[in-house]
C-alpha cells in the first residue's frame, strides 16, 4: 500500500515552497531532496552531531529531528539564506574564511545557522561564551580552535557593522 | 608559497554551495539503495529469503549473493598483498555463506527512495546459525574459538624484523625493564559517512561513479574490473569529501561496486549513502594493540637493546594487509636510535568491523610504546624525561639515517633530514619545561594535582608510488591544473595553486585545480599517508614547471628573443630590462595552430597568420597546446617530526582530566601555507585528545557494538579541546623533492595519547599503561593503589 501524502507549505530563505510528503519524511530529507538545498548536511541522523542545524522562526533546530510536515508555516533559513540577497558574505561567512574555521566544509553550515543565531541573542560574547556558542556541534576536521576565532572575529566584523 | 593565503574553496562552502555525494544531480532522478547487515558478529547463513521483498511498492530490486557473477561473485581484493600476509581473507561484497561481524553486508536492495529501501530491507528474512564470537585480542590469541575455520590461531600474519641482537644487548646491558601496554579501538568517523552515485549511460557505453573516496583511481580500477568494463570506460569522480582520515582509502567497499552494477543492471542511476549506525558497524575502526616491551640500557639512558612484541586486531578482514602494523613495528622508534632492535607482531582476526588506517595509521600505538619506554626509563634513572630523550636522538649530522629496516612502501625505513635536539629545545622554551617545578608547587599548595608530559615522534610521509599533475594555460590566459588525488578538507586546491601560481608566475586567482577526477587524470594514487603535498605538491611543480618551459620557447621565437632573457611576471611572458612581454594566454592560442578560428584570440593561430610556411606548424618534439604533465615519484618516503608536550590538571575526587597547557612543536620541511598547516595540527591534536581521553569501541562479548552512535561512542567537543593549542614550526627541508616539503596531515594525532599518559602519571604518580583514560579508569587506579 502506497504511503499517504501530506501537503506541505515551507517558508525556506524567505521562498514559498508547496510539497507532497509522507508523514514520515524528515525535514532535512525535504529540504536537501524536495527543495534542493543540499547546503544543510546530515552526519548523524540523530541530532548530536549539529551539522543539519537551520534557523526555525530565528532559533536552531536540528532538521533531522523534525519532520517535514512538522514544519508547516514554520519561517526556515538555511546556510543557503546566510549570505545578503546581493551575494555579499555575512559577517559570521567572512569570519570562518578569515579564521580557517573550516576545513572540509561538511559540518560548516551547521555552525554559520548556530553562530548567527548565538550571535544575535549575545553580540559580544566572552571568549568563554564564544566556546559555549558552539559547544553543540561536532567538527572532526579543525580542532575548533580557528571556530572559536571565527566567532570571535563575526562578533567584532558584525559590531563594525552597525 | 610560505604565504598564509586564504582557501579559494571556502566561497563555496560557506553559501551552501559544497557538492558532497548525496548532493549530487546524477541527470535523472537516481533509486537509493539500503543493505542488510549481518545483526550476529558470527554465523552461517542457512537461507535468505527475499520473497517479500518486491511486493513492497517502489521497490526495483534486491540482489544477495546469489545475484553476483564472474568477479563480483569471488572476494573483494586484498589490496596490499605481503608475503607475511600468509592467511589474507576478504569478504565478499555480499555475504556468501558466512557473516564475521555484526554488520557485514547480506543483502542490497535499490527503491524510489531511502526510505522504502529500508522498508523492504526489513522483509528480507534470513536464517542464521549462529557461531560463537572472537571478540578482543585476548579471545583471539587464546584461539578457543576461531573466526576463519582455515586460519589457525586466528593469526593472518606474523611478521618480524631484526637489527642486531637485540635480546643479547639487553641481557648485557647495566639495566633493563619490560613495560606490557594497551591502546583501544577507536574510528575515523569523518561526518560525512561513505556514499556512492552511479550513472550507467547505454549510449555511449559508459558508466560515471561519483564516490566519497581518498582513492578514485583505485575505485576506478576496482570497478572496471569487478564489473568487466575497461576502464577507459569508467570515469570516478570524487566530488567535496566530507572528511576521510583514512576510512575512505579502504577500497572498493561492497557498495563502491553494487551501486554501479545496479545502476548498469537497472538503467537508473543508483545512489547509497550510509547512515552513522551503518558507518559504526560496517566501516573501518583502528587502532586496537596489546604490546610487550622489553629494552636494556646504559647508566645515561641510551638504549642499548631493544625488544618488542604487539599484538594486533585487524576485525573480520584484511583488504588493506598489514599496512597498520608494519607502521606500528617501524615508525616506532621515533627519533632516536635503538640499539639492536626486534620487533615482532601477529595480526589477529577477531568478529568485529575490519581495521585500516586511521590518522596516524599504527604510529599513535607505536609512539606510545616508545615514549612510555623513555619515560619507564627516566623514572627508573630518576633522570629528566628530555635528557633520556635527547641521549637517543639520531644527531643532524647524521641524515640520511637508514634504520635497516623495511618501512610500509617496502623500501628502506631511511630518515632524509631533521634536527630533533632544536625541535627539543623549542619545545622546552614553548612549554617551559624548567619552570614547571615552580607551576607545581603554586599549584600544590592550592590543593591541585598538576602534571606534564611530553612524546616525540617521526613520521614517514609522501610513500610512492607517484602522483601526477596536468597544467594548462588557456587561451584566456588562466591556469587550469588537474591532479588525481582526492581531497577531504585539506585545502588542496589553494596550496597546489599557490605551488602553480609560484613557478609559472601568474596570480594566484588564474589558477584553478581539479582533483580526484579520472577524466582529467588518470593516472593517480591517493590520498593517505600525509603525501599529498610532498607528492601532488611536487608533482604540480614538475608540471608548472614543464609549462613555463614551453611558455619561454614559444616567446623566444615569438618575441625573438633568448630563453634566458625571459622572465614570466603576472601572467606575461618579458624580455628582461625592455619592457616587451606577451601575455601567457597568446602564447597558449600561438601554442595550438588553427585552420579554423572560432573567436578574436584564436584568429592569430589560423594558417594565414601566423608561423613561418617552410616549417612545420607543430615544431618536432613539440605538441599543440601550452601545457605541460609530469610525475613526481620518489624513492622512498620523507621523515616529518615533531615534539608534543602537555600540562594537565586531575581532580583529586572525580578523576576528571583536564588539559591545562598543549603545546606542539612541528617539523614538516618547508610551508607552503602556514594556515593551512596549523589547521591540520589543530584538528590532529583533537583527534589525538579523543583517543587519549574519550573515544574507544565498546564491544560486548557476542561481538556487538554497544556505542555505534554519536550520542555514545564520545567524540571531542570543543568543550574537551584546550582551549589554546600552542604551535611552533621548525622547517628542516627535505632533500628528496623539489619544494623540501614533508607531510603534515597525520601529524597532529600521533603522540598525544603518549603525551597525556605521560602527564597523567606525571600527576598522579601511578604508571598509565592503557589508552584511552577515562576518569572510571583513572578512579580505579587510584583504587588499586590505595589497596
Known sequence: ?162 | MGQPVQRVEDQRFLTGGGRYVDDIDPGSPALHAAVLRSPHAHARILDIDVSGVLDVPGVHAVYTYDDLAGPMAEPLPVLIPHPALTHGRTQYALARDEVNHVGEAIAFVVAEDRYLAEDAVDRIVVDYEVLPAVVGIDAARSAERLVHDDVPGNVGARLEQTVGDAPAAIAAAPHRLELDLEIERSACQPIEGRGTVARWDPDAGRLVVWTATQSSTGVRAAVAAKLGLDIGRVDVITPDVGGGFGVKIVHPWPEELLVPMAARALRRPVKFVEDRREHFISSAHERGQVQHVEVGFDDDGRLLGLDVEFWHDHGAYTPYGLIVPIITSTQLLGPYKPGAYRVAFESLYTNTVIVTPYRGAGRPQGCFAMERTMDAIAAYLGRDRTEVRAANFIRPDEFPYDHGLVFQDGRALEYDSGDYPACLEKLRKLIDWDGFGSFRRECAEQGRTVGIGLACYVEGTGVGPYEGAHVRVDTTGKVQVATGLTTQGQSHRTAFAQIVADELGVPFDDVEVVTGDTRRMPYAVGTFASRAAVMSGSAVFKAARRTKEKALRLAADALEADVEDLEIVDGKVGVRGTGLGIPLGTLSVLSNPLRYAFDEASKAATQFSVGDSNLPPVAEDEQPGLEGTDFYSPVHATFAAGMHAAVVETDPDTAEIRILRYAVVHDCGNLINPMVVEGQIHGGVAQGVGGALYERMAYDESGQLLNASFMDFLMPYVTEIPDAIEIDHLQTPSPLNPLGIKGAGEAGVIPVSAVIAAAVEDAEGIPITAMPISPSDLFTLREERRA
Request: aromatic share 2%; proline share 4%; with cysteine.
Open chain 1, 1 to 162: 500500500m502506497s504511503e499517504a501524502l501530506h501537503d506541505v507549505r515551507l517558508t525556506v530563505n524567505g521562498v514559498v515552497h508547496e510539497i507532497r510528503v509522507p508523514a514520515r519524511r524528515l525535514l532535512s530529507d525535504a529540504l536537501r531532496h524536495d527543495l534542493g538545498l543540499t547546503g544543510t548536511h546530515v552526519g548523524c541522523e540523530h541530532g548530536v552531531c549539529g551539522a543539519c542545524t537551520i534557523l526555525v522562526d530565528g532559533g536552531t533546530a536540528r532538521a533531522c529531528l523534525m519532520l517535514a510536515v512538522a514544519a508547516r508555516g514554520c519561517e526556515i533559513t538555511t546556510v543557503e539564506g546566510l549570505a545578503d540577497p546581493d551575494g555579499a558574505l555575512s559577517p559570521v561567512q567572512r569570519a570562518f574564511a578569515e579564521c580557517h574555521g573550516l576545513q572540509c566544509g561538511f559540518c560548516t553550515p551547521g555552525f554559520l545557522t548556530t553562530v548567527t543565531a548565538g550571535l544575535r541573542r549575545d553580540p559580544s560574547p566572552t571568549h568563554d561564551r564564544a566556546r559555549d556558542m558552539i559547544a553543540g556541534n561536532l567538527c572532526r576536521c579543525t580542532g575548533y580552535v580557528n571556530i572559536v576565532r571565527a566567532v570571535e572575529r563575526a562578533a567584532s566584523l558584525q559590531r563594525d557593522v552597525s
